[in-house]
């Protein structure tokens, strides 16, 4: 099975502000086939079911705010939102598609500062 | 506008079963190989299962492997989860995913409670 780590496990980052973060696969998951990374990102906000943000690593999901942006390959993959809003306040979780098992990271808490 | 909408979800005692139902409009289900992820409370996100969307080549977490059943019937848009042999570790929301690429739309889900 594919393990998916994501760091930090939390986050407080003030409005407007830069807020990044990691995740890292226990092998690859980039298909040499279609030059694809099988990485995506879900915001979770309480009480809601999680929303696609990020697939493909670094295509946002359609509506979407471009303040997010996803990049990374082959093992190691980043989340940033360029301008921290209220709204963005949630659990991210990066996950694989790769293979299954399909595999989570364990979130991270990302909140206001 | 894609909407799943779950139902079937209950409180059970360990050793028990209960079949969950997602209930698929806005889009042909036909189309989509389908999936249900659950969400232990205040934990993290764990795919349960997917199903093509013929209905053919089921797979399933080793966590639930010969316990759960995934299946469709595409001609009532419904995705379905029989839930065999429950333990206190299956207690969880229950989320059914349309899978576009992956995950792309999900429902509310239903909780299962597995307790005595």
């Known amino acids: 099975d594919i393990v998916m780590t994501q760091s930090p496990d939390s986050l407080a980052v003030s409005l407007g502000e830069r807020a990044t973060i990691n995740c890292k696969s226990s092998?690859?998951?980039?298909?040499?086939?279609?030059?694809?990374?099988?990485l995506a990102w879900f915001q979770q906000k309480p009480g809601q079911p999680p929303k696609l943000v990020i697939y493909?690593?670094?295509t946002r999901d359609s509506g979407v705010p471009d303040r997010f942006s996803g990049s990374g390959s082959g093992t190691d993959f980043t989340l940033t939102i360029s301008s921290l809003q209220a709204e963005d306040v949630a659990v991210y979780y990066c996950?694989?598609?790769?293979?299954?098992?399909?595999?989570f990271g364990q979130g991270t808490k990302l909140e206001i500062k | 506008e894609v909407q799943l909408v779950e139902s079937g979800g209950g409180l059970v005692q360990p050793g028990g079963s209960l079949r969950l139902s997602c209930v698929a409009s806005?889009?042909?289900?036909?189309?989509?190989?389908m999936n249900w992820v659950r969400q232990a409370p205040g934990k993290g996100l764990e795919w349960v299962s997917v199903?093509?969307?013929?209905?053919?080549?089921?797979y399933y977490a080793d966590s639930v492997k010969g316990r759960f059943t995934i299946s469709r019937d595409n001609s009532k848009n419904t995705l379905y989860l029989q839930m065999d042999s429950l333990r206190a570790e299956d207690t969880a929301v229950y989320y059914c995913?349309?899978?576009?690429?992956?995950?792309?739309?999900w429902g509310q889900g239903t909780l299962v409670t597995v307790s005595s």
């Open positions: 995913a349309k899978e576009r690429v992956t995950f792309d739309s």
């Open positions: 493909w690593a670094s």
């Open positions: 199903i093509s969307g013929g209905g053919g080549n089921p």
């Open positions: 092998q690859s998951v980039l298909n040499s086939s279609n030059n694809k990374n099988y």
């Open positions: 996950q694989q598609y790769y293979s299954t098992p399909y595999t």
């Open positions: 806005g889009f042909t289900l036909s189309t989509y190989a």
